[in-house]
């Protein structure tokens, strides 16, 4: 099945289909409990490098389910750092992270994999492969649920992954894209199939580390605005650092400010202002 025939199918039935797969309505939130789920708790997390540099120095953080969190900081305030060390991309010197209800620090390597394939992640750098079809790009995003050829060539895949991943590409505006090289696109747009491919992975939380900081403001304000509106539809709960004080006030339901490893101011958004948080910078 050429990209051709995969564009020409019906939005409706790709929708639906899409639906079906994640189990979850696309114009709505996931159904609540009563009670809200933590879905990440970190309790006094350390990490340093050497003797000297202390990275984090006591993070303690809980972000229920469905919330948008911005963490906002300087350079080496350590934001990036905290997001990594949730996944143990980076090994912590001490403290405790559950993260989805599990204890990611006492995680073997299947195990983790297992955990990390359910968290979306979205760095500064869009890590496609550029030789390939933006669709074929999509379609890795399903590696834990696919392996082989048919998890990395469009034209290999089941129809019903397809489809899927056309509905992604959809998602972020870019449906019409798919049969274009990767290496062909604009940046912005290349950020939208890294999102497009972080929502095929079906994640129940997402990360993003300073997701539009390599984009210019123009296309920046764009993929935030996008990237922002789509976790809203999804549900999902979302963690994001940024150096941009107003993507963390418009885009982020709670502001976590980190100054020398520590947590300096940790609120509401509705209950900040621009002024609150030019300090952390100084």
């Known amino acids: 099945m050429t990209v051709a025939s995969v564009a020409r199918t019906g939005k409706p039935r790709i929708a639906a289909a899409y639906a079906a797969a994640v189990r979850r309505p696309l114009d709505g939130v996931h159904a609540r409990s009563a ?7 970190i309790d006094n997390l350390r990490k340093s490098y050497h003797v000297t540099t202390t990275i984090l120095d006591g993070v303690s953080l809980a972000v229920p389910s469905g919330q948008a969190v911005a963490l906002i900081g300087s350079n080496g305030a350590g934001k990036s750092t905290l997001l990594r060390c949730c996944l143990r991309l980076i090994e ?9 209800g599990q204890d990611v620090c006492a995680l073997d390597q299947g195990a983790l994999r297992r955990l990390r394939a359910q968290i979306g992640f979205v760095f500064q750098r869009h890590n496609l492969v550029g030789q390939l079809s933006v669709l074929s790009n999509v379609l890795h995003g399903a590696q834990s649920r696919i392996s082989g050829p ?6 290999m895949a089941p129809s019903a992954l397809r489809d899927e991943a056309m509905h992604c590409l959809d998602l972020v505006g870019l449906a019409d894209f798919a049969s274009r090289r990767a290496d062909q696109l ?3 747009q290349s950020q939208r199939v890294a999102i497009a491919r972080t929502l095929m992975q079906r994640p129940r939380l997402m990360f993003a580390d300073e997701p539009v900081a390599s984009l210019d ?22 963690v994001f650092t940024s150096h941009h004080i107003n993507h963390a006030l418009r885009f982020a339901d ?17 209950s900040l202002d621009a002024r609150d948080l030019r300090g952390v910078y100084e």
Not at 150 to 155: I, M, P, V, Y
Request: aromatic share 6%; proline share 3%.
């Open 186 to 188: 604009s940046g912005g």
């Open 217 to 238: 403001p123009s296309a920046g304000e764009e993929v935030m605005e996008l990237f922002a509106e789509l976790i809203r539809q999804q549900g999902l709960t979302l």
């Open 150 to 155: 048919r998890g990395w060539f469009h034209f």
């Open 254 to 270: 709670r502001v976590v400010a980190l100054r020398g490893g520590r947590i300096e101011i940790d609120a509401m958004s509705a």
């Open 35 to 41: 009670t809200v789920a933590i879905e990440l708790s």
């Open 92 to 100: 912590p010197n001490g403290g405790s992270i559950r993260l989805l």
